[in-house]
């Protein structure tokens, strides 16, 4: 199928490229601005032997082009006939189909001999006279009088295009006698293609789902990156739908009895589940089925949510069983295959069950947009509009189109929704997973819930102290376990909420909340920055250094830029920690209160509280605010296999987008996945920086480190090593020494790994 596609959009392009040429070129001075096109084929023969009477040279890219489009066009022919289960009226199309490429033919076989001389290796003639219009199409402008520009008369005629000669016209005629129905529109070859590649697409789509959170049930990969390539893949579905569907089809009613012969033409061609889901007559959207304009209706209908599912006899409200709903797949052996290294294998699930787990999701998604989900409070306090969940996105959309008919952007999200659920209760063909994602999902919101009171904890401390003010960020904090608390209270365990794909999307939304919660605490108050300016002193300065604690040297890197304003101090440690608070020398008693040093040398707002470039720090965590729009430098980088920070000629970025525009989505996923994974459990993790921000906040707890402290530690190092300007190292004091047992005592936890946010 893939090749198919690509003989596809090849003779498309080629033919549009000499089409294009050919319409340009062959027109006389006074141009009809009425069309850009040809009409028929009697037209483009009667273009060709225009040029041909003009003597016009035709470029070999051209010609090149119109050979190269007869030649994949008779392949693609030759590959659908091969099929050998043409129906009568695809039969009359690819006669149609037939007759257009032997037209093609036809005017290559005019234009040939108007080659290019260079391109032929021989002298243009001494008479030879150029073409009249130029390759150029706005070249002639220069040519236009001033009185044919102001000129008020009427415009050109389409006369002008009309054979000049009687030989001609009747040449143009005898044309259309032989094919006389015969018009330049899509034809039903290239819309058989194109539908033929969004059904492929989407079972592979829907496979590479499912493969993913098997690959999660085993625990290959996280959860977190199973939800993030599913959501990945939703979307870029959503736009692939919304630019095909219409180009095929200009309603649901036409792409139904597009698709029809697809389903009788073999393997090739055929979907296994489209026609379960969009067939009028007993699919999974059929008629009483769907979010038909009745439905919308009476879905807005307080009394009928109210009833809680009466109409299905269950209360969506009590525990449903995946077990009892989530079938296991039937693996069939496809009639005709034998050999053990030759077995083709068909999926027969039993469609009553899957009509069943459907009408519940679409009963308890119905029910979450009218009466709320516990999950608002906490997207409103992190995500602003965006929805955690992007399923429940796209049928709010589909409940605002009223005068639209199904949206196959919504058939395709329920159908992830369903293989998403039997690929993790499923793995394997024998082997069940009983772990349930909403428990865990609880679980993880408990876990941070936890951690950020820790951390609400320490900044009350501080404020206790009366030092510093971190009122405004502990309330801020506060709301956000609210939300936490709202989120666990919703105690729903239906099939919806017990998806691994919804479990997933509230448990990444929870971890994205976490990190960006994180990032401010480590960025905005100074806590962490005091601890990171100490514990670097500590292992430059003295000539015994403490050992290397790997979590505090992930920090020192990642918020260089914003701890340490892009370097690390060599021996002035004092003057660069008080420029890093935004202070300097000045004595003041306020400024002591405030910030408990000599801290009054103000630095440029955005240096000391700008947020770290997300991009820099996750792209997973980035494209979620992003709608799940990988940035283009990114896809560069998966492409040529470099870092996406690193530097890259404009040669080689254009190399690589076209490269892209010719990947197939499976093969792009993987190279995303493996760029990305690495940021959960590989190498450049992404740590739980509340995590970070309570250990540092345990140490400058327990030993009693105020920004005072800090200063004056680091004032001693500065000044023992500007006592000693050819000394690099200095001899540590009794009061270095309880420092550095302290930074071995209090920080338990050393390695980067230990915290990891784990879902």
């Known amino acids: 199928m893939d090749a198919l596609q690509d003989l596809y959009d090849s003779y498309k392009e080629s033919t549009k490229y000499a089409l294009s040429w ?8 006074t141009r009809d601005t009425s069309r850009n096109t040809f009409r028929d084929t009697g037209e483009i023969l009667h273009a060709a032997r225009l040029l041909r009477s003009r003597e016009t040279v035709v470029p070999d890219s051209v010609l090149s082009a119109l050979a190269k489009a007869v030649k994949d066009r008779r392949k693609a022919l030759e590959i659908f006939r091969d099929t050998q289960t043409s129906l009568a009226k695809d039969a009359t199309s690819d006669r149609k189909h037939g007759v257009f490429v032997n037209r093609l033919n036809e005017v290559l ?6 080659r290019a001389a260079k391109m032929q290796g021989t002298a243009l003639p001494d008479d030879f006279k150029p073409a009249a219009r130029p390759i150029n199409r706005f070249a002639g402008l220069s040519s236009i009088s001033d009185d044919e520009a102001s000129s008020s008369g009427p415009g050109p005629s389409s006369d002008a295009f009309k054979p000049s000669t009687v030989t001609e016209k009747s040449q143009v005629e005898a044309d259309a006698q032989r094919e006389p129905e015969h018009r330049l529109e899509d034809d039903e070859l290239g819309g058989r293609i194109e539908l033929s590649y969004v059904v492929n697409e989407w079972d592979r789509r829907v496979q590479y789902v499912s493969d993913c959170w098997k690959q999660a049930a085993k625990g290959s990969i ?18 692939l739908l919304e630019w095909s569907i219409p180009t095929i089809a200009k309603d649901y009613a036409e792409l139904i009895t597009k698709f029809e012969p697809h389903g009788r033409r073999g393997r090739l061609l055929r979907s296994d589940s489209f026609l379960d889901f969009v067939d009028p007559a007993g699919g999974q959207f059929a008629q009483g089925k769907d979010l038909t304009q009745d439905e919308r209706q009476v879905h807005r209908d307080s009394d009928r949510c109210s009833c809680k599912g009466k109409s ?17 797949s039937n693996r069939q052996q496809e009639p005709g295959s034998d050999g053990l290294e030759t077995d083709k294998f068909v999926i027969e699930d039993d469609p009553a069950k899957d009509d069943t787990v459907f009408r519940l999701l679409n009963e308890s998604i119905r029910q979450l947009v009218h009466h709320g989900r516990g999950m608002e409070a906490l997207e409103a306090v992190c995500c602003g509009t ?10 709010q959309w589909a409940l605002e189109k009223t005068d639209e008919g199904l949206t196959m952007t919504l058939v395709f ?19 069940e997973n009983l772990r349930n994602p909403r428990l865990e999902a609880l679980k993880f919101a408990g876990t941070l819930r936890d951690a950020i009171l820790r951390s609400i904890g320490i900044l009350s401390h501080r404020n206790a102290a009366g030092k510093v003010s971190f009122e405004h960020q502990a309330d801020h904090l506060q709301e956000v376990v609210d939300a936490i608390d709202e989120f666990r209270r919703e105690r729903r365990f239906d099939l919806y909420y017990q998806n691994p794909w919804t479990a997933g999307c509230h448990s990444l939304t929870l971890l994205n909340m976490a990190f960006r919660q994180g990032v401010n605490l480590v960025v905005n108050n100074g806590i962490v920055g005091c601890v990171l300016h100490l514990y670097h002193a500590l292992r430059t300065a003295d000539d015994e250094p403490i050992d290397a604690i790997p979590v505090f040297d992930y920090l020192c890197q990642v918020f260089k830029e914003h701890l340490f304003l892009g370097s690390f101090p060599a021996n002035n440690y004092s003057a660069h920690f008080r420029r890093t608070r935004g202070k300097g020398w000045q004595q003041n008693a306020e400024m002591l209160g405030m910030f408990g040093g000599h801290l009054a040398m103000p630095l440029p707002t955005s240096v000391r509280h700008g947020q770290p470039d997300l991009q820099h720090l996750s792209v997973l965590h980035d494209t979620l ?9 990114f896809l560069v980088s998966v492409e040529d296999g470099r870092h996406h920070r690193a530097a890259r000629s404009r040669r080689r970025v254009k190399d690589a987008q076209s490269k892209l525009r010719g990947r197939e989505f499976g093969k792009l996923a993987d190279g995303v996945r493996t760029a990305v994974q690495p940021e959960l459990d590989g190498a450049t993790p992404i740590v739980m920086f509340a995590m970070d921000f309570e250990a540092c906040g345990f140490y400058q707890t327990g030993a009693s480190l105020g920004f005072l402290v800090v200063d004056m530690h680091l004032f001693l190092i500065s000044g023992a090593l500007k006592e000693n300007p050819c000394k690099k190292k200095v001899k540590a004091t009794s009061s270095w020494m309880l420092l550095k047992r302290l930074f071995l005592v209090a920080v338990k936890k050393r390695e980067v790994s230990d915290f990891l946010g784990q879902m």
Do not use: C
């Not at 996280?222 to 736009?239: E, H, R």
């Not at 605010?625 to 430098?633: I, T």
């Open 625 to 633: 605010v992003r709608s799940y729009s990988l940035p283009q430098h």
């Open 312 to 328: 299905l006899g269950v209360d969506l409200l009590d525990r449903q069983d995946p077990s009892v709903y989530i079938q296991r």
């Open 22 to 29: 050919i319409w340009i070129n062959h027109q006389p001075d």
């Open 386 to 395: 965006m929805m955690s969940e992007p399923l429940m996105q796209v049928f």
């Open 222 to 239: 996280p959860m977190a990156m199973a939800t993030w390539m599913t959501n990945l893949t939703f979307t870029d579905t959503i736009g």
């Open 413 to 431: 999200g329920f159908e992830v929704l369903l293989e998403a659920a039997k690929g993790f209760r499923w793995p394997d063909e024998h082997d």
């Open 109 to 114: 076989q005019i234009l040939m001999p108007l």
